[in-house]
Every structure is written in C-alpha cells, then in structure tokens.
C-alpha cells in the first residue's frame, strides 16, 4: 500500500538553484494539493489541484510552480530557490474536495528541504 | 491573517487522565473541521471529524465537540496513551471549498 509518495526526503540546495520535488499516488485521487510546515505557523497551503490538467494557488504560491499531467502525479518546482523557502514540504490528496465522507487528506511522509 | 487558531503550542498530561486540545476558528463559512495526528518525520493522519450539523463526534476514545456560536472546537482524548504524544493540527473548510485550513498545532506529550 504505497498511499502517497514523496521524494526526496531530504534536500539541501543553494540560493538560486532550482529543483522539483516529486509526489505521487495510487489511489486515483482527483485531488492533490502542496503544504509546507513552518515552526509556529503550521501547515499552510502553496497549491492545489482538482484533477488533471487543472491547478490553483493556495495560501502561499510565491516562488513555487506546479503542473498536473496525469491523476497520479503532482510535482512542486522551486524556480530559484530562497533561504525563505526553508521548510518541510507535505503533499497530500483526497478522493474529491467536494463531498464530506470523501474529502479527508492522505499525507506523504515530507521533504526537508534547506536552502543555504 | 490565522483563520484557525490554536493557542497552547504544547500540552502534558498524565497517562491515564482526559487530554483537552482546543481551536478557535475566524471563518463563519468553516462548516466542516478535521483532527491531524502528526509523528516526527512523518505526515500527519487523518484522526476524526465533524460537520457543523453536528455538536459532537466521538470514535472509540476520540471525541471533538463543536460550538458553533463560539466557533471554537476541542478533542478529547479519553483515557490518554503514551502512543498519543504526538503534535495535533486542527483544520478547517467550508462547503464546496477546495482548500483544507490547517492551525499551528498543539504538541501533546503523555507523561507515563
């Protein structure tokens, strides 16, 4: 049962660097959606997405690209990353959004992710 | 601007004895509020929920209580385990709203 799946775990990069960070799931969930947990803030939304070919901004989009190809994956792209972009990255997904029984979030185990 | 709030960072309680995790909501479209369980170095987990037609929602030792005219909910946690130390993200949403409202989160030890 993989659920969803997040790599890397782990990822230091330098100021200006770009990389994507994977997700992926098994469980023909239309809907994924990108968190980042900061100390004291919580887990606060950067994207989301309601099906393939569609896509959103959440709380905290700046700095971050997403696309959605496919049902299963959800990579985050950091264009030129910043030391403000320090973070543990959750990706999470969902049946649907849109009805109560349906809608509770699967997490994937993180990326820690240090920008120097 | 924090549309859901928890105001205790942290919590211990003794093993054995009710642990009271609380949060406080801004929205008045919140209808529908979640419980996270998160351990170090994992995702957090889906715990309980409750739908704003509802006051309370129990499952097994696991009861949320909903107040709507305060907007403010708890979970309860009944009697409280060592395997429940974990930090607890309370999160919120309104119907036909894509987006889940997580708070800061409320780190809960046990105390054997």
């Known amino acids: 049962n993989a659920g969803v799946t997040q790599t890397p775990k782990f990822q230091v990069l330098k100021t200006g660097q770009s990389m994507t960070l994977q997700c992926a799931q098994d469980m023909n969930h239309e809907y994924m959606s990108w968190y980042r947990q900061d100390p004291g803030m919580g887990l606060r939304l950067i994207h989301y997405?309601?099906?393939?070919?569609?896509?959103d901004q959440g709380e905290v989009p700046n700095g971050y690209n997403v696309s959605r190809s496919t049902t299963e994956d959800f990579p985050l792209r950091l264009l030129s990353a910043a030391p403000s972009q320090t973070s543990v990255y959750f990706c999470?997904?969902?049946?649907?959004?849109?009805?109560?029984?349906?809608?509770?979030?699967?997490f994937g185990s993180g990326t820690q992710l240090s920008v120097l | 601007d924090q549309q859901v709030k928890q105001n205790s960072p942290s919590l211990s309680v003794q093993e054995g004895r009710i642990s009271i995790l609380n949060c406080d909501y801004t929205?008045?479209?919140?209808?529908?509020f979640l419980w996270y369980k998160k351990y170090p170095a994992e995702g957090p987990t889906f715990l309980i929920s409750?739908?704003?037609?509802?006051d309370k929602n129990e499952d097994g030792r696991f009861t949320v209580f909903l107040n709507k005219s305060a907007k403010h909910l708890s979970l309860h946690i009944v009697p409280s385990q060592p395997g429940d130390s974990a930090v607890y993200f309370c999160?919120?949403?309104?119907?036909?709203?894509?987006?889940?409202?997580f708070g800061t989160g409320t780190r809960l030890t046990i105390i054997p």
């Open positions: 409750i739908s704003s037609i509802k």
């Open positions: 999160a919120a949403k309104g119907f036909g709203n894509e987006k889940l409202t």
């Open positions: 997405s309601v099906g393939a070919g569609i896509t």
């Open positions: 999470a997904s969902s049946y649907t959004p849109y009805h109560r029984n349906e809608e509770k979030l699967f």
């Open positions: 929205n008045s479209m919140f209808d529908y």
